[in-house]
């Protein structure tokens, strides 16, 4: 079973907003915290955003915590980051990363990795 598959990138103008969904295996999904990382054209993978295997603990990097929240759903194992207010320096491939460690902002420890979606956001 697939670890991680994400879906819901795309093209959205500024202002705008999208939700990317991260579904799990059931493994990840119970014993990970489940993170969000995203490379821009050129630049190193940075954080965005974890949520413990809980949902009970949170962590938003600086540049998006007041427009993007991370929610859960236990049933479908997926975990959400719905993104509001969209700038174009959100354009990246955002990726959903999962890790043992309980909340981490290092990209380096997290263990697996899904395929990455395309978040293109126009001025």
Do not use: H
């Amino acid at each position: 079973q697939v670890p991680l598959v994400e879906s819901g990138g795309g093209l959205v103008q500024a202002g705008g907003s999208l939700r990317l969904s991260c579904a799990a295996s059931e493994r990840v999904f119970s014993s990970y915290t489940i993170g969000w990382i995203r490379q821009a054209p050129g630049k190193e993978r940075t954080f965005v955003a974890a949520l413990t295997w809980t949902g009970g603990s949170s962590d938003y990097a600086d540049s998006v915590k007041g427009r993007f929240t991370l929610s859960r759903e236990t049933a479908k194992r997926t975990v959400y980051l719905q993104m509001n207010d969209l700038k174009p320096e959100d354009t990246a491939v955002y990726y959903c990363a999962a890790t043992v460690k309980y909340l981490t902002t290092d990209v380096d420890e997290y263990d697996y990795w899904g395929q990455g979606t395309q978040v293109t956001v126009s001025s």
